[in-house]
């Protein structure tokens, strides 16, 4: 039997964020597959928030790249290398990086032309980063300092409890 995620999408940003965060750790606590649970990450925020494209790449340290993993979206990128476009660059600061306008990020590689503005969060465990969580929005400056907290503290759940 499948779970499933209630959010009122008449809620804030903020709001939805509390309500959803709670039943995505709740949805993987007993399931130890990584990559079921980042797919049922991925598609909790695409449906809950209203991104136009939510995934994860895992980092291939021997290639130097990322490799998609789990996404919620139009096709994809399938590489990307360490430092190049937000995803890589992310990953090679070991840092979230927020693009209000992904036309104005220097070598932003653009895997569809409808996305707008983009949030990359990395998930590291001691100092190494292990995946890229990458949201896409349709819109202009869609990502502030609410998606950095609640997605930050995903990312940390991530790291910690499902790596």
Aim: net charge negative; with cysteine; charged share 20%.
């Amino acid at each position: 039997m499948a779970d499933s995620i209630q959010i009122d999408h008449f809620l804030s940003k903020e709001e939805r964020y509390k309500s959803l965060v709670p039943q995505i750790k709740a949805l993987t606590a007993n399931e130890s597959n990584l990559v079921a649970n980042l797919a049922n990450i991925a598609a909790a925020l695409k449906y809950s928030m209203g991104f136009f494209w939510v995934g994860f790449y895992r980092v291939d340290a021997n290639a130097q790249e990322l490799v998609l993993g789990p996404f919620q979206g139009p096709i994809a990128c399938t590489r990307i290398a360490l430092g190049k476009g937000v995803c890589g660059t992310a990953w090679k600061e070991n840092k979230t990086i927020v693009v209000p306008d992904v036309h104005q990020f220097p070598g932003h590689i653009a895997c569809s032309s409808e996305s707008q503005s983009e949030i990359v969060v990395p998930v590291a465990s001691k100092g190494t980063v292990h995946l890229v969580l990458d949201i896409d929005s349709n819109q202009l400056n869609d990502f502030d300092k609410t998606d950095e907290e609640y997605l930050g503290e995903l990312s940390e759940y991530i790291s910690t409890n499902l790596l």
